[in-house]
């Protein structure tokens, strides 16, 4: 069973930085690509950035790009976000899952393998003004 855990979650003034990691086990990790997503309370869990399987490129939201970027290192089976330029919009459960085999088409609403059932308990980002 896949098994993700997120963390480097903090609390941080709007223009600062974190760096989030997410270790994952219980899989091939360089057989996926990989994906960031954030929750708020009230809305829907939504993608924030993909890193791609074999080629590392990575795809962003809106909203982040530019600010943020995404990498990987598959032989330590861990994901990461480096979140620069922070914003109060950024404020967010950040979690992390596999995607599949590509990345998909529109980053905001990718969503996780179908196999993938089991959600990290995520690490909580929040920007203050």
């Known amino acids: 069973q896949v098994q993700v855990e997120e963390s480097g979650g903090d609390l941080v003034q709007a223009g600062g930085s974190l760096r989030l990691s997410c270790k994952a086990s219980g899989l091939n990790f360089d057989r996926s690509a990989w994906g960031w997503f954030r929750q708020t309370p009230g809305k829907e869990r939504e993608g924030v950035s993909c890193?791609?399987?074999?080629?590392?490129?990575?795809y962003y939201a809106d909203s982040v790009k530019g600010r943020f970027a995404a990498s990987r290192d598959n032989a330590k089976s861990t994901l990461y976000l480096q979140m620069n330029s922070l914003k109060t919009g950024d404020t967010a459960m950040y979690y992390c899952?596999?995607?599949?085999?590509?990345?998909?088409?529109?980053?905001?609403?990718?969503?996780?393998?179908?196999?993938?059932?089991?959600w990290g308990q995520g690490t909580q980002v929040t920007v203050s003004s």
């Open positions: 890193v791609a399987r074999l080629t590392d490129n990575t």
């Open positions: 899952a596999p995607v599949g085999a590509v990345c998909p088409r529109i980053t905001t609403t990718m969503t996780p393998r179908p196999s993938f059932t089991s």
